[in-house]
T-cell receptor
Framework: AQSVSQHNHHVILSEAASLELGCNYS??????LFWYVQYPGQHLQLLLK??????LVKGIKGFEAEFIKSKFSFNLRKPSVQWSDTAEYFC????????????FGQGTELSVKP | DVKVTQSSRYLVKRTGEKVFLECVQD?????MFWYRQDPGLGLRLIYF???????EKGDIPEGYSVSREKKERFSLILESASTNQTSMYLC????????????FGNGTRLTVT
């Protein structure tokens, strides 16, 4: 079955630390890839997306992600986190032949200590 | 800006009740989705719809049904609520096609007692 795996359930960092959240998917064909963020008490928002082209994509608030096709991975990174980045982060995959349907990972809760 | 509105933020229902969760989007999006969000499980797709009166099962459709009579409205129905349906329910919409991001509502936290 198609699936998306996020390796870290809960990550705790201090401000200014670097962040990398892992995401792997199991679908073998062409995919569209997304990262969403959910700040406490708010709705999910799009952080960044990858459809084609440059495998390194930049999103809002200094986040970026790299698509490595050979590893079926789409890891999220940020060089220096801030307390305001405390949130839950979800990786999502849209298999190319399945219209707008997104398959989500389990989510990673990020806590940034001031 | 796209707005996806879910009719209730919190709901408390009793086991066996029929429950309706309503969702309205204001951007003429073709696609609409219902997910449930549970800690440690992420978001799981219940049902989705690509057009009026069309619906497709997601990964966990058992115990749920949906209705889409108008393009802007997508309703989730729990035919007979059970305690294992206590969850956060998220509605989302997107333009047609697979490379359009989903826009989410604020969610409905349903508790079944």
């Amino acid at each position: 079955a198609q699936s998306v795996s996020q390796h870290n359930h809960h990550v705790i960092l201090s401000e200014a630390a670097s962040l990398e959240l892992g995401c792997n998917y199991s679908y073998g064909g062409t995919v569209n890839l997304f990262w969403y963020v959910q700040y406490p008490g708010q709705h999910l928002q799009l952080l960044l997306k990858y459809f084609s082209g440059d495998p390194l994509v930049k999103g809002i608030k200094g986040f970026e992600a790299e698509f490595i096709k050979s590893k079926f991975s789409f890891n999220l990174r940020k060089p220096s986190v801030q307390w305001s980045d405390t949130a839950e982060y979800f990786c999502a995959v849209n298999p190319y032949n399945q219209g707008g349907k997104l398959i989500f990972g389990q989510g990673t809760e990020l806590s940034v200590k001031p | 800006d796209v707005k996806v509105t879910q009719s209730s933020r919190y709901l408390v229902k009793r086991t066996g009740e029929k429950v309706f969760l309503e969702c309205v989007q204001d951007m003429d999006h073709e696609n609409m989705f219902w997910y449930r969000q549970d800690p440690g499980l992420g978001l799981r797709l219940i049902y989705f719809s690509y057009d009026v009166k069309m619906k497709e099962k997601g990964d966990i459709p058992e115990g749920y049904s949906v209705s889409r009579e108008k393009k802007e409205r997508f309703s989730l129905i729990l035919e007979s609520a059970s305690t294992n349906q206590t969850s956060m329910y998220l509605c989302a919409s997107s333009r047609g096609g697979g490379n359009s991001p989903l826009h989410f509502g604020n969610g409905t936290r349903l508790t079944v007692t």
